[in-house]
């Protein structure tokens, strides 16, 4: 939704926010690659900076803010996974061969001139694998330890993509699956990385479950929020599970209104889970650039949440955070008791678009419970 001016007058603050990220945007001719294309303008490390922020403006944000040390171990990183990432949406290559390559696509870090042409649904997608021998040079320029780690992420994840083409998500189970391998696996590369790097406690890469979570939240966010995106697309990855409750097929949602808010909320509810474990995550951190770089994703993901939360729009159009206040939460998220004032203010909103006649109203109330009073939740016990 555009910034207008009855949001000016509505959300004051959310319009100084938004004047103040036009200055915080990683700026200046790098972002332009308009003009690149064969010619070597722009160094490798250029080129991977300004296709990052062509691919993801918000990530390209927090990236950039992150310390030297990890800032281009986690530019690449993030490359990598989205080439991984452009290959399976690409649903025009036949299953066989996408199958092949994302199970090896890892190795093309170690393969100076490979590239592919012609594979993305955007030209900047197409862009960045043209292009890929410029993020595996980057790629052999970092330490070893973090060459294995990203390595490693891209073969597990890969593997996993693959072993979900051609196969629809029935179980709750299987839609937890997925989220670990495109998501949860993210979550527990960035943990290893940070430990590496030293720049947080060596114990952090050993909490698989707090960095799942961590992935598995924005994840599961993102595939309900793109509901009729993916629909459109042919892309199903609500779990039948769940939607089977609610309908005939998942299309149906659109025409039955009561039962379609029930599935949703029911949806709504089953991410909320990971909320807890989000915020024991965050509260590990210890260093302020990767504290911002993990919790403002967060943030976004239980904003949109609410939004979405009882929203019979989201079967209509795609349905978002207004920008403004998007921005509010990037320059607000600076601490720990940030992230807790958002996460309980946005939990108290999701209550009140509650209903008591909601099936899932009581365990959507356990989880708010959880967020509120995070100290007395004991993860141990009540989760692994
Ligand atoms: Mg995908």
Same mark, same amino acid.
């Given at each position: 939704?555009? *910034? ?34 064969? @010619? ?80 993305? #649904?955007?030209? #900047?997608?197409? &862009? ?9 040079? !980057? ?64 114990? &952090?890469? @050993?909490?698989?479950?707090?960095? +799942?979570?961590?992935?598995? *939240? ?7 929020? /793109? ?37 949703? +909320? ?26 911002? $770089? ?19 729009? &989201? ?16 320059? +607000?998220?600076?601490?720990?008791? /940030?992230?807790?004032?958002? $996460? ?6 999701? &209550? ?5 006649? #909601? ?19 004991? !993860? ?5």
């Amino acid at each position: 939704m555009p *910034f207008n001016l009855i949001h000016l007058f509505k959300y004051p603050d959310e319009f100084t926010a938004l004047y103040k990220m036009k200055f915080l945007q990683p700026g200046g001719s790098v972002n332009d690659i308009s003009s690149f294309t064969n @010619n070597h303008k722009l160094s490798d490390l250029q080129f991977c900076y300004a296709i990052l922020n062509k691919v993801s403006r918000s990530f390209s944000t927090v990236i950039c803010q992150l310390p030297t040390e990890i800032r281009d171990v986690i530019c690449v990183f993030y490359l990598v996974l989205r080439g991984l990432d452009t290959i399976e949406d690409d649903f025009r290559i036949p299953a066989e061969k996408r199958k092949k390559l994302l199970l090896n696509f890892y190795q093309n870090s170690f393969d100076p001139q490979w590239t592919i042409s012609g594979v993305g #649904d955007s030209k #900047d997608y197409q &862009l960045l694998l043209e292009n890929y021998q410029r993020v595996t040079s !980057i790629f052999q320029g970092l330490k070893r330890e973090y060459q294995e780690i990203i390595s490693q992420t891209c073969q597990e994840m890969g593997a996993g993509m693959a072993s979900f083409i051609g196969k629809e998500i029935h179980s709750v189970e299987d839609y937890n699956h997925y989220c670990h391998f495109v998501a949860g696996k993210v979550g527990i590369g960035l943990s290893k990385i940070f430990s590496v790097s030293g720049l947080e406690h060596e114990e &952090l890469q @050993n909490e698989t479950e707090l960095s +799942n979570s961590m992935g598995i *939240f924005l994840q599961k966010t993102n595939i309900i929020r /793109d509901y009729h995106e993916d629909l459109i697309l042919n892309r199903k990855f609500w779990p039948q599970e769940i939607w089977g409750k609610y309908a005939d097929t998942l299309g149906d949602l659109r025409y039955k209104e009561f039962d379609a808010l029930a599935c949703l +909320n029911h949806m709504v509810t089953d991410a909320m889970k990971h909320a807890i474990l989000c915020l024991k995550y965050l509260e590990l951190i210890q260093n302020k650039m990767i504290f911002q $770089f993990c919790a403002i994703p967060q943030v976004m993901a239980i904003s949109t949440l609410v939004e979405i939360y009882n929203n019979a729009q &989201l079967f209509y159009r795609n349905v978002k955070i207004r920008k403004g206040l998007a921005a509010k939460l990037i320059l +607000n998220t600076q601490n720990m008791n /940030d992230v807790r004032e958002v $996460f309980l203010e946005m939990g108290n909103k999701m &209550l009140k678009k509650a209903s008591l006649k #909601d099936s899932n109203f009581q365990l959507l109330v356990r989880y708010l419970c959880q967020v509120a009073n995070p100290d007395k939740v004991r !993860i141990k016990e009540e989760f692994l």
